[in-house]
Structure formats: C-alpha cells, structure tokens
C-alpha cells in the first residue's frame, strides 16, 4: 500500500486544484472532439463529394489549425488564458452545430476552415495555464498527465465516433459540440485567469546586472520566439521527432499494404500504441524524473529511430507491432521533457506565444511527413525506413549536442528573472 502512494504520490502528487480542472477540460475537449476524424467520410458519403473535394476540404482544416495555434499564443498573451480558451471552446461549439446542418460545399470549406483555427487555439494557452500554477519542480509529472489526458481522449474518441457516424453525421457534429461546450462549462466555472500569475512583479522583477544578449528582449511580441536562437534549434529537434511520429500515420499504411496487410492489421498496431499510452504513460516520471532532460530525449527519439528503422525488414505483422512498441516507448518518455523544455525557454510574458511557435511543428510535420515520405516510399522501397532510422538518430545526437548550452541558456533566463537583493539595489544605483 506505501508503494502505490508513492506511486501516486510521483505521478499525480501536489498538483494545484487549477491544473486539475484545466485536465479535466482538456479530457473533455479531446473525448469530445470526433467530429472531424471522419470529415473526408461525411463530405463523400453524405455530401457527395468528390475524393479530391474532400482532400481539399480537409486540407482547409489543417491549414485553419496552423493558423490557429498562432493566433491562440498571441491572444493567450495579450486576452488572458481563461478568455482564450472560453472563446475558442464556445466559437467550436457553435461552428459544429453550423456543420451538422449545411448543406453547401462552399459553405462547409468555410466552416472546416475556421474550425481548424478554434480548434488549435486552446493549446498553447492550456499549456500556458498550466506553467502560470503548477510549481517548475512538479511539470514534469503535470505535463505527463496532459499528454495522457490527450491520448486517453484521442482514443475515446476514436470509439465513439464510429459509433455516432454509423448512426447519424448530423449525431457526430452534434454531440461534438456538446461535449465542447462542456468543457466550456468547466473552464468558466473552476480556471480562473491565470496570466497575472505569468506576469507578477516577482516575474517582472528587474535583474541586477543586465541579462546576457541571448536572454534579452526588445518589444517582445512573437517574432521574439521566432529569433530566440536556443529556442529554435530546440523546435527543430521537436520538428524531427515529429516527422518520425507522423510516420505511424501517413507511410506505414501504404508500407503495410506493400508487404499484403489489410486494414484490420494496421488498426491493431495503431490501438497498441495507444493502449501502451493509456496503460503505461502514469509510470513514466518515476522512470525520467532522475535524468537529464537533454539525455531523455536523445534516448526517446533513438527508440524512435530504431523502430521505424526495423521497419525496413518487416513483412510480418509481428514484426511491426514489436517495432510500434519500441517506438511508441520512446513518444511516452519524450512528451514531458520536450514540454518542460518549452515553458523554461519561454520568458513569463511569452510563454503562449512560445507555446505557439512549438506547437507549430506538428503541423509542419503533418505536410512534410507524406509529401516526401510517399516519394521516398515509392522510389526507395524499404530503404525509406532506413533514412528515416538514420534521421532520428541524427536528431538524437543533435539532443545531446544542444542540451549542455541549452542548460545555461535556462539557466541565465532564471537568474535575470530573480527580484534583485537590497545590496544589488545598492550596487545597481551606485552605477554611473
């Protein structure tokens, strides 16, 4: 019984009631948000649309998201957290009801679209909620949770909404905008405005000694982040990972199909991943907590190169759920580090719109991931999977390599941070 209290307790211990109903929100959120999963199946099925049509369409909706994670960083800075997400929880909710009863194509491009950008715009700025109330010792395990809250509500979904889409489309939207104005409900009632918290007079403290050039900042704003140097050879390393991830979706099914397996075979690694995720996530910050960050990463994505590498022998199914469990290993233990990462690099005053800029890369790797990698599939065979292996191992090495510098990076921030003592006002006064 001690045991499963500590257990708890390095999992799930000392977290604010804030966090807790921000999680909450964002389980809702991503349990709730199915609707688009099968928007391609709704437009050709329903709306007879054309294939392409339907890409299209689609391809709006990502585009709108890239949109919207900027967009959601900058308001999360300027409105507040809370405003924030209650706008963008309540705008979807009233797109998906607009959704479920349109009938024009045009119509529904212009919805897909702008539900793309609302339905981005909460992440940077739960993330930011959650820097602002959760002590910087107790993220690691806050943002564990998050991302199995993420992945609990992603695979929810994915249960419900072949339920719903078998039954009704008009359900799906529906019952989509219910559960996000449920998660609306719970946000305005239980999360306070948390962006005082970010901009405190101890946050806004001024230093004693100027900061160091890399750490300082004129009229912040987002091209702050988009020339923080440190901060984005760290999005770069992310963007790498994210490539690698993006494979599970978008090469391995045509790799599956290659070597004569169907459909039902890749739904079964795919819901082994999550499982793992679901099962396993609770025990990673006893696993990581006592490691360098830099070093946990560098071994997360070497466990993602190794198994997609693998993928270059396989055409056995057995083959490719060893290699999912590999890989899949190595997205659990990446996700808080790259998280705590991000919110040390990002100044108090910024810290949504370094959210926005980081979030940035899974979009792009949602582009680059199937445009080059079909090409690379089709004119390299098996060999693709070789590149890839070799690419995260690269990005491995790169983890290594930018970890020492990115420590003292981190490191100045914090001290230019630190309210200045009596003697350093004494000393600061007495400089010509």
Not at 160 to 188: K, M, N, P, Q
Not at 222 to 229: G, M, V
């Amino acid at each position: 019984m001690h045991a499963v209290r500590r257990w708890w307790h390095d999992t799930a211990g000392g977290l604010p009631a804030t966090f807790w109903y921000l999680w909450i929100g964002l389980l809702i959120n991503r349990a709730g948000a199915f609707a688009m999963l099968f928007l391609s199946l709704y437009l050709t099925d329903v709306r007879e649309a054309s294939v392409g049509l339907a890409g299209t369409v689609v391809g709006l909706y990502g585009a709108g998201g890239a949109a919207g994670v900027l967009l959601g960083g900058v308001l999360a800075d300027r409105w507040g957290r809370r405003a924030t997400l209650l706008a963008a929880h309540l705008t979807t909710a009233a797109l998906m009801v607009a959704l479920a009863f349109s009938q024009s194509l045009l119509l529904i491009a212009v919805l897909a679209a702008l539900v793309g950008v609302v339905h981005s715009m909460p992440s940077p700025a739960f993330v930011a909620a959650i820097v602002d109330v959760v002590p910087a010792e107790r993220r690691s395990r806050a943002f564990n949770l998050q991302f199995w809250a993420f992945n609990l509500g992603m695979a929810i979904a994915s249960l419900l909404a072949g339920v719903l889409a078998e039954a009704s489309f008009t359900a799906l939207f529906l019952v989509d905008a219910a559960a996000t104005l449920t998660a609306a409900v719970v946000i305005g009632w239980k999360v306070p405005e948390t962006l005082r918290l970010a901009t405190s007079p101890a946050d806004q403290a001024p230093a004693a000694r100027p900061a160091p050039r890399s750490v300082r900042t004129r009229r912040p704003g987002l091209h702050t982040a988009l020339t923080d140097r440190t901060f984005l050879v760290f999005v770069g390393l992310t963007f790498v990972l994210a490539v690698l991830t993006m494979q599970t979706s978008t090469i391995m099914p045509l790799a599956m199909r290659a070597d004569g397996l169907g459909p039902s075979a890749y739904g079964l690694v795919v819901a082994l991943g999550g499982a793992l995720i679901v099962i396993g996530q609770l025990f990673v910050p006893r696993l990581i907590d006592r490691h360098r960050k830099d070093v946990v990463l560098a071994t997360s994505t070497a466990l993602l190169a190794l198994g997609f590498g693998v993928l270059a022998v396989a055409d056995e199914l057995a083959v490719y759920l060893g290699a999912a469990v590999v890989w899949t290993v190595g997205s659990m233990i990446a996700a808080p580090p790259n998280a705590q990462i991000n919110a040390d690099l990002a100044p108090p005053q910024l810290r949504a719109r370094y959210q926005s800029v980081f979030y940035l890369t899974f979009p792009a790797a949602a582009f680059v991931a199937p445009t080059l990698g079909g090409v690379s599939l089709q004119h390299l065979g098996d060999q693709h999977w070789l590149i890839v292996g070799g690419l995260g191992l690269l990005a491995a090495l790169g983890h290594l390599l930018a970890g020492p510098p990115r420590e003292r990076h981190v490191a100045a921030l914090q001290k230019a941070a630190e309210p200045p003592t009596p003697a350093d006002r004494i000393s600061a006064s007495s400089l010509p």
